[in-house]
């Protein structure tokens, strides 16, 4: 499985960004994705998580109320869309994509990568 990240960019604080992640199998279209992200040194943290059919959705509670976590499953894409955009989001935003169909929270479940997509906010 391949994944493509994209929409990333520089905004200032307050401001939006929606990100797409797109797959090259369908057959992640039918297991978990993620959305993570890892600052200057910092670890990989979970953003937000969703199962094969969106009917369960996780938040980080730094996102949580801000950000929203969607797919489209004919597509073989999954969205983050980002409001109220914070300094402390800056990061590098990667999708994954676990092997179940359940909702997976934890990084080193997810085998599969996108190549990531750099967040920048302004103050």
């Known amino acids: 499985v391949q994944l493509q990240a994209s929409g990333g960019g520089l905004v200032q604080a307050g401001g939006s960004l929606r990100l797409s992640c797109s797959s090259s199998?369908?057959?992640?279209?039918?297991?978990?994705m993620g959305w993570f992200r890892q600052a200057p040194g910092k670890e990989r943290e979970v953003v937000a998580a969703?199962?094969?059919?969106?009917?369960?959705?996780h938040y980080s509670d730094s996102v949580k109320g801000r950000f929203t976590i969607s797919r489209d499953n004919r597509r073989g894409a999954v969205y983050l869309q980002m409001n109220n955009l914070k300094p402390e989001d800056t990061a590098v935003y990667y999708c994954?994509?676990?092997?179940?169909?359940?909702?997976?929270?934890?990084?080193?479940?997810?085998?599969?990568w996108g190549q990531g997509t750099q967040v920048t906010v302004s103050s």
């Open positions: 994954a994509a676990g092997r179940s169909s359940g909702l997976v929270t934890t990084a080193s479940l997810y085998p599969h």
């Open positions: 199998r369908r057959t992640a279209s039918n297991n978990s």
């Open positions: 969703i199962n094969w059919n969106g009917g369960s959705v």
